[in-house]
């Protein structure tokens, strides 16, 4: 554009007019030569001419796992789909009319992609299946195969040796070939090992086979292939069915949701399925808070098996634990390294206190030489609990209650708001820079807290108003939705089984065992008590069992939430990153199972605190939008997408050569994983248009 004005803006002479007319000739001639679809390996749309593809994805289920596992992976991709459960009675039956009609255009497909739970499930008529392969036929629309048995129906062998193999896949790597690449699958840069928490338990199954060989009707291309045992041939585990114009993704392994080895391959199943071009979006989150900085945090006992000042009975007494200023070198080092930054949650008195006793803080200065090179975020200045008045006659403690009406007595708005307002001034006093909206309180406190207090303190929403608090923390694994607390919406922080009260690896490993272990090994019993959310576990050994066991499985749960587009926190403490500083093997641990795998166009990214809070925001909004709030399809190469009213917020992905207007026109949205998105404001009478490549 920049060139294109500075054309205008100058007398060109008839012979320069001329020489700039066939260059333009030659760079249209060249442009138009190029197939668009070779510059980002997205797939040609294959609709025809004058038909309408609407953007939304058709689930039929029967409620096993893998087709249930791509139903969440749609939701958390925030792709929109119609689902019909194969149970219900009341279904509707799936005919010509339910699946396509007609528009101002033409012919219209109410679906852009199918998902069933095999190639032909038992709950689905053979009229179904008909009225299904015609539609498919008909506009191009690909079908997902959730789980399948390789036959030559599906263009594979018998899964028997030479040609194939069947049983338990745990430590299976599969790997995706030239073909899946171009595919969807571009994001895995390494092969997929298929999960195996449990030796001595079959945790997966499924089966490999090689494609038959292709006929003037049918071929077979494989996506994903595995080492078949026994043999120095590989097998298909993903690949596509292609029989005419019709094309099925036929998977030949059972999965959940909760492996790893799908969430790494789920995405990948939704780009295939709608060529790279639906209405969702999808990042790969990682942000870790560090609570507590400049203040203490008390020693877990190993001979008491508690905590003094909170649940020792005995008089047991402890070194409290806090940060050096070695511990900042340490870290400055590490996030240096890794390019992952801890944000620093702290309360400020804690390096008041120190310097009053000490003369100074060396921690505060250590920070300070750094140039306060983390983001931080107010953590309160004493640490108070700031919802009812704990009284601890009692272990564990409950709320005091006013002996003339025996109502709860809360913690006043004033108190709230001097633990909000002096930590501000703290930070301000030393130059940290923080924002003063984000507030996360003590232990999540004044929020409630089960058993104890199952309401808010009634006076923190005033108090977050009073201090211009917009975002407030909470802890995800009692309050995990997003909600309004008076003007702050809520951020759920993920916990990390790296205590607060741990230094040590022998700490660690000492109060895991205590929580996690039966009374008969020695332990607290809660996971005998509480079966439905703890799972009992045999003593791990003092010395090995972090390494061993905690790090691999806190791993593997972080990692998780990466996957699943989670854009919510992940919380330890300053104790964490002091002695035998046992949160960066964690960390370690999340980045080797994450970047061994995943391509640098999915770099992991670390959203701000409020940046989280907006993008969980945004989620709700949208899948709280009201059906009919707006259109989204594909016409000619091109994707619209209108609101019927008022302005409407919609995550869109596209291949990588889509853009905004044709010929030069601006490139759409971000690049991520082999593919562009953003979220979109669509406001009414004025719809988004974007030329597809191909």
């Given amino acids: ?84 459960r194969l149970d219900n009675p009341s279904r509707p039956v799936i005919t010509s009319s339910f699946l396509a009609g007609t528009a101002p255009t033409g ?55 030479p040609d194939g193999w069947g049983g338990t896949l745990d430590g299976l790597r599969v790997a995706t070939t030239s073909a899946g690449r171009s595919a969807g699958f571009s994001y895995l840069a390494a092969p997929v090992a298929f999960e195996d928490i449990d030796p001595t338990v079959g945790e997966s199954f499924g089966y490999l086979a090689k494609p038959l060989p292709s006929t003037a009707t049918q071929s077979f291309t494989t996506l994903i292939d595995g080492p078949i045992p026994g043999t120095s041939a590989r097998g298909s585990l993903i690949g596509v069915l292609k029989q005419g ?102 309360n400020g008195n804690g390096s008041v206190e120190y310097a009053a006793t000490h003369g100074s803080d060396p921690l505060l200065s250590k920070f300070r030489s750094y140039g306060w090179a983390q983001p931080w975020i107010n953590h309160t200045y004493n640490h108070d609990y700031l919802g009812c008045i704990q009284a601890f006659e009692v272990v564990p403690w409950r709320c005091a209650s006013d002996p003339g009406t025996g109502e709860t007595v809360w913690r006043s708005q004033s108190d709230i708001q001097s633990e909000v307002s002096q930590n501000i001034d703290f930070a301000r006093a030393n130059r940290i820079p923080m924002d003063a909206t984000e507030l996360v309180t003590g232990e999540h406190s004044g929020l409630f807290l089960l058993p104890q207090q199952p309401t808010d303190n009634p006076n923190l929403a005033p108090a977050l108003a009073a201090t211009g608090i917009r975002f407030l923390g909470s802890d995800n694994s009692r309050d995990p939705e997003p909600r309004q607390v008076g003007p702050a919406g809520t951020v759920p922080r993920h916990p990390m089984s790296v205590f607060f009260n741990a230094a040590t690896r022998a ?20 996971c005998s008590d509480n079966p439905a959310t703890m799972t009992c576990i045999a ?66 990214v670390q959203p701000t605190f409020k940046g989280a809070g907006q993008v969980l925001a945004r989620d709700r909004a949208w899948s709280d939008l009201p059906q009919g709030s707006f259109s989204a399809y594909t016409l000619n190469g091109w994707l619209t997408v209108e609101a019927s009213a008022g302005t409407v917020n919609v995550p869109i992905t596209v291949p990588l050569s889509t853009r905004v207007s044709w010929f030069l026109g601006t490139l759409f949205g971000e690049r991520y994983a082999g593919e562009r998105s953003a979220w979109a404001s669509i406001r009414a009478g004025r719809p988004l248009h974007l030329l597809l490549p191909g």
Avoid at 507 to 524: A, F, H, K, M
Wanted: hydrophobic share 45%.
């Fill in 107 to 161: 012919p219209r497909a109410y679906y852009q992609a199918v998902v069933l739970p095999n190639a032909a499930p038992a709950g689905m008529t053979a009229a179904e299946l008909e009225a299904l392969a015609a539609f498919e036929t008909t506009f191009g629309v690909r079908q997902v195969n959730a789980y399948v048995y390789p036959n030559a129906s599906v263009g594979l062998s018998a899964p028997v040796a």
């Fill in 539 to 604: 003593p791990l050994d003092p010395a090995t069992g972090f390494e061993s066991y905690i790090v691999p499985l806190e791993g593997r749960i972080d990692l998780m939430h990466i996957l699943n587009n989670d854009p919510r926190p992940h919380f330890a403490h300053q104790s964490n990153l002091t002695e035998d500083r046992i949160l960066y093997p964690v960390l370690d641990e999340i980045l080797r199972r994450y970047r061994s795998v995943m391509s640098s166009t999915a770099p992991l």
């Fill in 245 to 346: 114009a019709r094309e099925q993704l036929v998977l030949t392994a059972a999965m959940n949701a909760s492996q790893s080895h799908f969430q790494f391959l789920a995405h990948g199943l939704i780009t295939w399925a709608t060529r790279g071009v639906h209405l969702g979006y999808d990042r790969n989150y990682f942000s870790v808070h560090v609570d507590d900085v400049f203040a203490y945090d008390s020693r877990w006992s190993i001979t008491g098996r508690c905590t003094p000042g909170e649940d020792c009975r005995n008089g047991e007494v402890t070194a409290d634990i806090r940060m050096q200023s070695s511990d900042v070198d340490a870290l400055m080092s590490y996030q240096n390294a890794n390019m992952v930054k801890p944000v620093m949650v702290f």
């Fill in 1 to 84: 554009m920049r060139l294109a004005s500075a054309l205008r803006r100058r007398a060109l002479g008839p012979l320069r007019r001329a020489a700039f007319r066939r260059f333009a000739y030659t760079l249209v001639a060249v442009l138009l030569a190029v197939p668009l679809a070779t510059i980002d390996q997205a797939p040609a749309r294959a609709a025809a001419a004058g038909q309408r593809i609407d953007l939304r994805v058709l689930l039929v289920s029967d409620g096993s796992p893998t087709v249930e596992a791509i139903a969440r992976e749609l939701t958390q991709e925030h792709v929109p789909y119609a689902e019909v």
């Fill in 507 to 526: 700490e660690e490993v000492s109060e895991y065992n205590w929580l996690y272990t039966s009374r008969e090994d020695g332990g607290s019993g809660l």
